[in-house]
Nanobody, 123 residues
Framework: VQLQASGGGAVQAGGSLRLSCAATGRILEVNAMRWYRQAPGKQRELVASIVFNGGETNYADSVKGRFTISRDSSAKNTVVLRMNGLEPEDTAVYYC????????????????WGQGTLVTVSS
């Protein structure tokens, strides 16, 4: 399984960015996908998550009302994080995470991380 994240970049405060993460491989099912972020000198924190079966979403308090996570209806096992009203405090490396992935022909579930994508918000 590979997670390919894209969409990071540099914006001014108040701007918007769209992050995308695609899980590829011989995947039978995915339980949930999440976005984490890690700012310099800080611990990695959960930003948003979406459960594939049912679509339940959850957000960190710091991004509620500004960020939206959703599944990409045009691409299998792909999630999008829309970030509006970006603030300098949102500057971080954003990581995609797939939880509870089962491969074709396998009975076990595993978690996977994607490479980070840098988001820089200037004031």
């Amino acid at each position: 399984v590979q997670l390919q994240a894209s969409g990071g970049g540099a914006v001014q405060a108040g701007g918007s960015l769209r992050l995308s993460c695609a899980a590829t491989g011989r995947i039978l099912e995915v339980n949930a996908m999440r976005w984490y972020r890690q700012a310099p000198g800080k611990q990695r924190e959960l930003v948003a998550s979406i459960v594939f079966n049912g679509g339940e979403t959850n957000y960190a308090d710091s991004v509620k009302g500004r960020f939206t996570i959703s599944r990409d209806s045009s691409a299998k096992n792909t999630v999008v994080l829309r970030m509006n009203g970006l603030e300098p405090e949102d500057t971080a490396v954003y990581y995609c995470h797939a939880q509870g992935v089962r491969m074709l022909g396998r009975s076990s579930f595993h978690d996977y991380w994607g490479q980070g994508t840098l988001v820089t918000v200037s004031s």
